[in-house]
């Protein structure tokens, strides 16, 4: 058994590789070849791989044979140099990550491990675009400041918004220093992803790069501080500290540029080829990851590397006006015109110099590159004429005539153009879709294409993953089907593309998916636990049900879409897009509560995590708000614009979405607090309060009236008449008109002897008489069933029962508080006893109609509520003092009772536990108190008071804790522990918070402690003690500082602490205590409402008949025919329920845009005044504006005229007939087609121009191209 030990030591002992060393190698020189042959080799002669003789390796062999070569002349070791960057010259930069690879890493099996370098160790997120910078290597000069600003402002805000990956040489020289100084000028340039792959032979410092070959001291060592301030030759460069990543190339040499050209087409081309685009695009085509080459100045190898980016297919943007290579390019496009040529498959555009101007361009070539050779200059003007032939690839950026697209949109629209070639107008869209860029894919795209179903479906996947609300809304506005669209399948698809890093409970999703799933994939069901979690258990999803299969209903769609993407966009935090699938909802009051709830949840659960993002959950929190407004808006609008039994329906049908709960149901499992405190709300339930008794009854007249048949006196409200009874009233009134006509008949002694006037009458009386009532008084006996259902009706009895419960409960504990109770069991012990009892179905009754569904859901939810807590225990400890009175009834009158230790016997413990239930029994009454306005929010304070005491009493253990310990050491320094010990160290402290100091016991007891053995001391004089005795003096003093401490810090500091506290949960609550009593109030009648109607002990009765029936049911059930009817009138007003709401809400967002209208009004109005008084507009010279304001230009007029300019609700200018001072008619428009969204077809407006606008080119534009600006 020792040998297999000794053999895993000796494995353990060795040197282990880590996944950098073991999968990347680098290149050494392993053969010496001299630059000059012939000279002989010393210590500084120089090989041709650029290093010295002295710095290869002892022992290599000298060569002169041939010429240097890396491919035979170096060798691959595992990689010396990785880690991560500390640049001690440069402040606040961050740490890059950096990597020596070898050159020879541009082979496709070895690139797989340059890919699985940058997504498992370096742990890039996915790019949505490659940005590949080349150009100038040197300081930039004569290059006019704004085209560099426009460059580096453009490219972080393309990076950004896509997501990309910037790939550039890295050294800090150049363009890779220009976009370095980018990324650090940027807010978020840190979050952007910065590739340089650089010579590692031509990096100054790299040898501080290099890991030493002592195990011991890189075992540890990641961080490599790299020095940026020394010299350096023109065969080197620092790397640049603003990138966040290095490939350092290395094929052995040093000193030598252009190492890693190979190296990073070939790395590029990985990353594209890696990250294909997981959109699956109809017709088989595919979509790359899209790229683009950006070209700033540069020299005669950047236009070979334009050239090649094109041949390969990949589009180049040139920036004009940054000189020498970039310039050469635009003048040669600017020279050039566009032809179409045929390629014998398909038609291309060209563009072709012109020939005048060829001359022109070739001295500009040899002007910039003047030291190059003809045959060189020759070579870069073809160059540059076969770089004209791909016009759909090269675009050229003029920053001067760019007025409406910035650099960033001018590298999506060159992608675009790219892109079009062969018509390919998903990918154009796909790229659109990616850069959030709907103006351009309106312009460029849609007006161009159309777009089949299946195509827009793609599209709309895409929008939605790529959280483009924009498009959604667009793509929706196209004819998208959502319901087609949405499938189980593609709804679990979605989900899947949850973020674990950037979404707040992605990554526990997922941790939770892959203990579930081999696959790790996240499951509705999955989804359906986490809301069910979120409503607490009360409501029941449809993912978790057991006749839920997903592999059976994968393909079928998803019944409500939109309310379905409405969760899905919060849980994902797309909260644009959750309100943009809101406007479309079919539930939206409770779709919004539910995501309210949603967006709260998040909140707190970002505020619980260490490394919160206070922003992104103040974020959350203010969305939870916007949706449970929303939801309170609307139901606001449907109880304004219908009538009471229309809103009423809405607020409590059951929503089959929602497991059939109501919106009062699911307010209160969101805990939506300002949608119950709403109007609707309030009123249904101060109508469920009342039942049928009218609602202006007052409760004193309800209570006087609770003894029968007092009821009938009460005021009821009238009941609407069933069709029977509407039938037998027409048949009475027939009855009554036969009656009338056969005795008018006999006095006037013919059948009918009336005119045709008075038959007339007749008719038109019948006819009056003849319209059933729909409403009808109730009858007595329905008034007592209204009476005595109504939840004030039982909040009175209950009141009153429990109460004289109390009372008598009461009663029985200080009659006979330790007296024998053999035989001495009495009618109130029966009475409280059967009171009890009762309370037992009642609670289980209670506890059964709680909204979850499955019995340990009810558990929780029901025992949340403290009061229901303290029912059980009252009930449990009762039962146990019944117990106890049952067993002591068995005992001999001799005997008293089982005794239990010493004089503590059974009695005595029965009146104990006794007091406790009565206690339990009592502060339960307190629930009752909810019922007032006034008492309501105060008994809420003490709940959160109770909350803010327990931090309290935690505080002041501490002190009284550290304080008792200390004193009894002081006070007995030699004695043991004993009983008496622990009231002096916890409760003596405890009382002398509350004043009792007691400085006499504390003398005697110190007295006592310092006693003598066999002594007895409590006679001796304190002060003659402690003037004797050193030892007790110091204890004594010490004693009175510690007790000084203890009082000054706890009754002085902590307990003002504690009233500061309770003020501000005072003042907290008070400002809010409408709202809460609201809330509360909504929970009270809920309660009562679902209550029996008989109090305790009566309710035994209400319950054992409840059984019976329910016996019935079970052994009757059957389904009846007449039921089918009746669902489908429930399918019927459901649908009729939701088209209300629909109306509502689009009402409400009529009323919002109307605002935000007004609001953008007003702004435009506040910036035209605060411009005519400030700017050279209002001039003197500027007659047409005075003119159209009636007032001279500066005076204390205009600005008196220009303070009572009113906000009008719409440009009402535009619809003034004439032109003003002419008779020239505008074209007729109303009020509603003045907006610019409005479309008007036939639009034709008359062409007419003001003289003065025509004299006055400064003058400001009436009618500027674009309607969200203002041109001055």
């Known amino acids: 058994m020792d040998q297999p030990k000794r053999k895993l030591t000796l494995l353990a002992s060795r040197p282990t590789k880590n996944w950098f060393e073991e999968n990347i190698e680098c290149r050494v020189c392993k053969t010496f070849v001299p630059v000059d042959p012939t000279e002989e080799v010393k210590d500084n002669s120089k090989c041709g791989c650029g290093y010295l003789h002295s710095q290869h390796p002892d022992g290599v062999p000298v060569n002169t044979t041939h010429k240097w070569d890396y491919r035979k002349d170096t060798r691959t070791i595992s990689t010396n140099a990785y880690g991560r960057l500390n640049f001690i010259n440069e402040d606040g930069h961050q740490q890059p990550s950096f990597v020596k690879v070898s050159v020879d890493y541009e082979n496709p099996e070895k690139r797989k491990i340059i890919m699985k370098l940058m997504e498992s160790k370096w742990e890039l997120p996915q790019p949505n675009l490659l940005i590949s910078v080349t150009g100038g290597a040197k300081e930039f000069r004569n290059v006019p400041p704004q085209i560099l600003e426009e460059f580096k402002r453009g490219l972080m805000k393309a990076a950004k918004s896509t997501n990309a990956w910037v790939i550039t040489g890295g050294t800090n020289s150049g363009v890779m220093k220009l976009v370095g100084d980018a990324v650090r000028g940027s807010t978020f340039g840190s979050n952007i992803t910065t590739i340089g792959i650089a010579s590692w032979g031509i990096v100054k410092n790299k040898e501080n790069l290099v890991r030493s070959t002592d195990a011991k001291s890189t075992k540890q060592k990641f961080v490599f501080d790299y020095p940026t301030k020394e010299p350096t030759l023109e065969t080197e460069a620092y790397l640049d500290p603003n990138h966040s990543h290095f490939l350092l190339v290395d094929n052995g040499t040093q000193h030598k540029y252009g190492v890693e050209i190979s190296m990073r087409g070939a790395v590029e081309g990985a990353i594209v080829e890696h990250y294909k685009n997981s959109y699956n695009l109809p017709g088989g085509e595919s979509l790359m990851l899209p790229t683009i080459c950006i070209l700033v100045e540069g020299g005669p190898n950047s236009i070979a590397t334009c050239l090649s980016a094109i041949q390969n297919g990949n589009p180049v943007l040139v920036l004009s006006g940054s000189r020498r290579s970039a310039d050469l390019i635009a003048k040669a496009h600017n020279c050039s015109k566009q032809i179409i040529a045929y390629d014998g498959k398909r038609e291309t555009r060209q563009r072709v110099l012109l020939n005048e101007y060829k001359e022109e361009l070739l001295l500009d070539i040899r002007k910039e590159f003047a030291r190059l050779g003809e045959e060189k200059q020759l070579s870069i003007f073809r160059s540059l004429e076969e770089l004209l032939k791909y016009d759909d690839l090269l675009t050229v950026y003029h920053m001067s005539t760019e007025v409406n697209h910035g650099f960033d949109n001018a590298i999506l629209i060159a992608m675009i153009r790219a892109h079009g070639m062969g018509g390919a107008k998903m990918s154009q869209m796909m790229l659109a879709i990616t850069w959030d860029r709907l103006r351009i894919a309106e312009d460029l795209i849609l007006t161009r294409h159309e777009f089949n179903t299946t195509e827009l479906e793609q599209l709309l996947r895409a929008s939605i993953i790529q959280n483009r609300d924009s498009f959604v809304r667009k793509i929706l506005d196209c004819e998208a089907d959502m319901k087609h669209y949405l499938t189980y399948e593609e709804l679990t698809n979605l989900y899947n593309t949850m973020n674990s890093k950037t979404q707040t409970i992605g990554k526990i999703m997922y941790i939770k998916a892959q203990s ?255 319209q059933p009532p729909l409403r009808r008084k109730l009858h007595w006996n329905e008034s007592f069933t209204a009476y005595y259902t109504s939840p004030a009706t039982k909040f009175i009895l209950h009141f009153m029962t429990y109460f004289i419960f109390l009372t008598i409960y009461g009663f029985v504990i200080i009659s006979k508080p330790v007296a024998p109770i053999a035989g001495n069991m009495t009618g109130l012990d029966a009475l409280l006893f059967l009171w009890v009892l009762g309370q037992v179905p009642s609670e289980w009754d209670q506890l059964m109609k ?33 117990a106890l009175k049952l067993a002591t009834n068995r005992v001999d009158d001799a005997l008293g009772a089982y005794p239990i230790s010493g004089n503590f016997t059974l009695i005595n413990t029965y ?362």
């Open 850 to 882: 709680q909204n979850p569904k499955d019995l340990k859901s009810k558990v929780i939810h029901h025992f949340k509520d403290v009061f229901n807590v303290m029912d059980v225990l009252g009930i449990v400890t009762f039962f146990v003092c019944f």
């Open 911 to 1272: 009146h104990l536990i006794n007091i406790i239930a009565f206690v339990l029994f009592a502060l339960r009454f307190i629930q009752i108190m909810e019922v007032s306005q006034q008492i309501g929010p105060k008994i809420i304070m003490i709940g959160k008071m109770m909350i803010d005491l327990a931090f309290f009493i935690f505080l002041m253990v501490i002190f009284l804790l550290t304080y008792g310990i200390c004193a009894q050491a002081l006070q007995f320094p030699n004695h043991e522990v004993r009983s008496s010990t622990i009231y002096n160290i916890i409760l003596r402290p405890a009382l002398n918070v509350f004043g009792e100091v007691g400085l006499e016991d504390l003398q005697a007891d110190f007295l006592k402690g310092h006693c003598e053995a066999g002594r007895d001391c409590s006679e001796d004089d304190l002060t003659e003690t402690l003037a004797h005795d050193q030892i007790k003096s110091i204890h004594y003093y010490f004693l009175q500082v510690f007790m000084f401490s203890y009082l000054l810090f706890v009754n002085i500091l902590l307990v003002n602490l504690l009233i500061a506290i309770f003020s501000n949960t005072y003042e907290t609550i008070e400002s809010e205590a409408s709202k809460l009593w609201k809330v509360q109030w909504c929970s009270v009648v809920t309660e009562f409402n679902a209550r029996q109607p008989l109090p305790n002990p009566f309710s035994l009765i209400y319950f054992v008949i409840r059984f019976f029936q329910w016996l019935m049911k079970v052994l009757n059930c059957r389904r009846c025919d007449a039921c089918i009817p009746k669902q489908i009138k429930q399918e019927i007003d459901y649908y009729s329920m939701c088209m209300q709401v629909a109306e509502a809400r689009e009402e409400f967002q009529v009323k919002a845009e109307e605002a935000d209208v007004k609001g953008d009004m007003q702004r435009t109005l506040k910036f035209i005044k605060d411009t005519l008084v400030n700017s050279a507009v209002v001039g003197a010279n500027q007659k047409g504006v005075n003119r159209a304001f009636s007032f001279t230009a500066g005076s204390d007029e205009a600005e008196q005229k220009i303070g009572e300019i009113k906000n009008p609700d719409v440009h009402v200018d535009s619809i003034r007939s004439p032109y003003i001072g002419t008779s020239i008619k505008r074209y007729p428009l109303t009020v509603n087609q003045v907006p610019w969204e409005v479309s008007l077809p036939g639009y034709n407006p008359t062409d007419y121009t003001d003289p003065d606008i025509i004299n006055n080119s400064n003058i400001l534009e009436t009618d500027p191209a674009d309607p969200y600006v203002l041109h001055i």
């Open 516 to 770: 579930r799933n081999k696959n790790g994939k996240i499951s509705l069901r999955l989804i359906g636990e986490l809301m069910e979690a979120l409503m607490g258990g009360t409501y029941k999803s449809e993912f978790t049900r057991s006749k839920f299969n997903y592999n059976e209903k994968k393909h079928e769609q998803v019944e409500n879409p939109y309310d379905e993407m409405v969760l899905f966009a919060c849980i994902m935090q797309y909260f644009d897009m959750a309100e943009l699938f809101w406007g479309r909802s079919k539930e939206p009051i409770a779709t919004a509560l539910m995501a309210a709830k949603i967006c709260w949840y998040l909140s707190d659960f970002e505020n619980n995590k260490l490394a919160c993002d206070e922003d992104l959950a103040q974020q959350m929190k203010e969305t939870g708000d916007k949706f449970e407004n929303r939801a309170s808006e609307v139901m606001v609008q449907c109880y304004r614009m219908f009538d009471r039994k229309d809103w009423t329906t809405i607020l409590i049908a059951p929503r089959k979405l929602y497991s059939n709960l109501n919106l009062v149901q699911i307010a209160q499992a969101v805990s939506g607090e300002n949608f119950l405190a709403e109007s609707p709300v309030q009123s249904y339930l101060n109508h469920t309060w009342m039942g049928q008794i009218h609602h202006s009854t007052s409760m004193s007249k309800i209570f006087m009236c609770f003894v029968p048949p007092l009821f009938i006196l009460l005021r009821y409200n009238k009941k609407d008449t069933t069709l029977a009874e509407r039938q037998e009233w027409e048949r009475e009134e027939e009855s009554k008109l036969s009656k009338r006509k056969g005795i008018r008949s006999l006095i006037m002694g013919a059948p009918n002897t009336n005119t045709d006037e008075e038959n007339a009458m007749e008719d038109n009386f019948s006819v009056l008489m003849g």
